[in-house]
C-alpha cells in the first residue's frame, strides 16, 4: 500500500502524525530547513522520534532541503555527520552540492529528492538516480495522467506525490517573489508568501489572483496507489496538532476502507479547496484560483433562509454544535467570525454581524475536537552503528566501518520461520551508548531459517559494541577537480528573449550564440529538437544553458556541444558545481552563480559568473493560467498568447500568458 508520510513542525505534531495513522512522518532540523519558521528539530528530538518510529514500525525522513552557501559547507557536514549515527530513513534535498557530500562521505544516508528541484518528467528521475537518489518528489503541477506515464516510464523508480495541503503560484524552487519583494529566500526556508498578497488592476480593484486553492485528493489517493506511487506527502510543517491529527486519520481511512467523519480535518486549516492538476488537461481546466478570500475557510455549513430582529433561519449543509466557530465572508473579502449560538433552533446573530438571506456561513473550527498532545517524556535512540552480518553453520561475523569480529557458535536450524528477525531484533537491541543497525545479513549456512540462543546473540552484541573503535571526527574536505576549459559568461540580462529569461533561438553576444533552455518542459522532444537545429543552423560558437536537472539527460547525449549551468539550475556552492563539471566533463565550460548570491568561496571547478545587478528574474513561473484560473476567464477562442498588468504599493507587475502557462514580473518604467 501506498506510503502516507505527514509533516511535522515539532516533536510533537510528528507523535501526533505517527500514533494517528501516518507510516512515515518528515520534518527538519534546528538549521537548513525550507520551513525556517517552524519549531523544526534538535538531535534529542530526532532521537525520540526515532525510538518511537522504530518500535513501532514506522519511517523518518529529514528535510535538508536548503540551498546552501560556501561558507556553510562545513556546517552541513557535520550535521550529516550526526544524522547518518542516527540512522534516518531518508534525507530530502534540493542542493546538487549537499547530494554529492552524501554521495561520497555518507552513502548510508538514502537520498530524496525534493519538489523544490521542479523535476516534473521522467528523465528528471532517471538523472537524480544516476548521481545517487533512491526517491524523488515530484512537483505539484503534475496531473494524474502525467503521473501515470511517469511511472510507466519508471516502472521500478520510488516515486512520492504531493496530494494534501497549500499549492503555491510557482513552481516550487523557481519562485522569486519573496526574495525580489522582501530580500527573503524561498529556496532558504524564508518564503513570505507573496502570492497570498492582493494586486490592483488598472482600474483599483483588489484581488488575490495568485493564490491557489488548497490541494486535496481525498479518495483520488487510492488512484496512486491503484498505479503504484510509492508515497503520499502532506503538506503542512508550519500547522498543528489538530492538522496533523485530523489529516492523518483523513487519509488513513481512505486507504484502509474505514468510514470516518470526512468532514472533520477541514476545521483544522483549509482553504477552499481542490484536487489541484489531478485532472488537469489543459484548457477549460476547473478553476485553481482561492479569488476573494486566501485563509482558513473550513467547510460550507449554514445557508441563510430568512432574518428576524437578531435570529436567522439557516438551512444546515453540516452538523454545527454550539460554541463552533463560524464565519462570514463580506463582498471585499474580509471575514467576521463568532461562535455559533441557537435559540430554538434559530442562530443567534452576534452584535455588529449584519446577515440576509442567500449568505453562507463556514464553519472554522468545531469545540468537540480535541488533538490531545502527546507526553514527550519517552527514551532517546541510541547512535546506530551500521553493520553487515554474516552467519556460517559455525560462526557469526560483524562487520562495521571496516572493523570486522568473527564468533564461534553452532547455528541450527529454526523451525518457528521467525528465527532470522527474531536474530535481527536482538543484536539491534541497544547498548549502553549505541546500538547496531544490521543493514545487511548474509546467510550462508544452508537454513532457511536460523536459530542462536538469545543468550548468545546477547553477549556477541555486548561484546562487539564494546570492543568497536571510537569513530573518528569528519571533517569536510573539498575534493574538486580544477578544469581547464571553463569562460566567462555575459551579464544575465544580455542573454534573455524579449519576453522571458530563457530563448531557445538563442542570443548572440560577442559572436557567441547563447541558447536557454526553459526550467520547465513538459513538451522535451519538441524542445530539443528545435534547439538541435537552431545549434545545427547556427553561424557562430554555440553555447547552451541548463535550467533543470532533467536537461542534464539530453546534454550527456551532444558530445560537441558546450554547456553551461543557467540561474535555475543553482550553483548555490562550490559542490554543486562539481557535480555538474563530474556529469558533462569538458562539455560543461560554466555557468551562472545562484542569483540570489555575489560572492562565492574558493576550490570550485570553474569560476562562477554572476548574474548581474541588471537580471530581473520573473517572481512566478506558472502552470496556473493567469486568464482562466484569475480572471475567470472562458478559454473558448482564446489565443493562448496575452499580457496584462497589475500593481502593488506602487510597483508595476507585466503578466505574460504563453500557452496557458504564466510568467509574472515586477517591473519598472525604464525597463519598458
Known sequence: MIELAMPAGELENALTALYGGADAVYFGMKEFSARAGA????????????????????????????????????????????????GIDGLIVQDLGIARIVRNNFPSIPLHASTQMAVHTASGIRVLESIGFSRTVLSRE??????????????????????????????????????????????????????????????????YPFSLKDLEYGEKIRELDKIGINSAKVEGRMKGNEYVKYVSEYYRNILDGNKSDENEHLFTFSREHSDGYFSYSGPCHSNL???????????????????????AIVEKLLQVNPRDGLMKINDEGSAEKFPARFIDGKLSIPNGVKLKAGDILYKVSDSSMNAKTPSTNIPVEKNARKALLRIEKHSLTLTSS???????????????GKGRESLKKTLEESGKDERLEIAEMINVTGFEDIFIPGKVLKAIRRDYLESLPEERERKYI??????????????????????????????????????????????????????????????????????????V?????????????????????????????????????????????????????????????????PLFISRSCYRHDSLSLPCKGCSKEHEYCLFQNGKRHKILVRNCMTIVWEVSDEAE
Open 142 to 207: 503534475l496531473s494524474f495522467e502525467e503521473i501515470k506515464a511517469i511511472r510507466e516510464e519508471c516502472p521500478e523508480s520510488d516515486i512520492k506525490v504531493f496530494v494534501h495541503g497549500a499549492m503555491c503560484y510557482g513552481f516550487s524552487g523557481l519562485c522569486m517573489a519573496s526574495f525580489v519583494k522582501t530580500g527573503r529566500s524561498a529556496n532558504r526556508g524564508m518564503c513570505a508568501q507573496v502570492c497570498r498578497t492582493w494586486f490592483e488592476d488598472e482600474g483599483k480593484r483588489r484581488s
Open 39 to 86: 519549531g523544526n528539530f534538535s538531535f534529542e528530538d530526532l532521537g525520540k522520534i526515532k525510538y518511537v518510529a522504530r518500535k513501532n514500525g514506522k519511517k523518518i525522513y529529514v528535510t535538508l532541503n536548503t540551498l546552501i552557501r560556501d561558507d556553510e559547507i562545513e556546517r552541513a557536514f557535520a550535521i550529516l555527520s550526526e544524522l547518518e549515527k542516527t
Open 478 to 551: 573539498p575534493d574538486i577537480r580544477k578544469t581547464n576549459h571553463s569562460v566567462s559568461l555575459p551579464p544575465r540580462s544580455a542573454i534573455s528573449s524579449l519576453d522571458v529569461p530563457w530563448s531557445l533561438d538563442g542570443v548572440v553576444v560577442d559572436d557567441r550564440r547563447y541558447i536557454t533552455l526553459p526550467p520547465v518542459i513538459f513538451d522535451e522532444d519538441e524542445i530539443y529538437k528545435r534547439v538541435e537545429e537552431n545549434i545545427e543552423k547556427s553561424g557562430e560558437e554555440v553555447l547552451v544553458g541548463l535550467n533543470n536537472i532533467a536537461e
Open 402 to 416: 571496516g572493523y570486522e569480529k568473527s564468533y564461534d557458535v553452532e547455528v541450527e536450524e529454526g523451525k518457528s
Open 553 to 617: 539527460e539530453w546534454a550527456k547525449g551532444k558530445k560537441n556541444v558546450h554547456f553551461f549551468s543557467d540561474v535555475y539550475l543553482y550553483l548555490s556552492n562550490r559542490e554543486s558545481a562539481a557535480l555538474l563539471s563530474g556529469m558533462l566533463g569538458e562539455n560543461l565550460v560554466g555557468g551562472y552563480l545562484w542569483l540570489e548570491e555575489k560572492t562565492h568561496g574558493e576550490n570550485w571547478p570553474f569560476e562562477p559568473t554572476p548574474v548581474g545587478k541588471d537580471f530581473n528574474p
Open 289 to 311: 484560483n482561492t479569488h476573494l478570500y486566501t485563509g482558513h475557510l473550513g467547510g460550507k455549513a449554514l445557508e441563510v433562509k430568512d432574518v428576524n430582529g437578531k435570529l
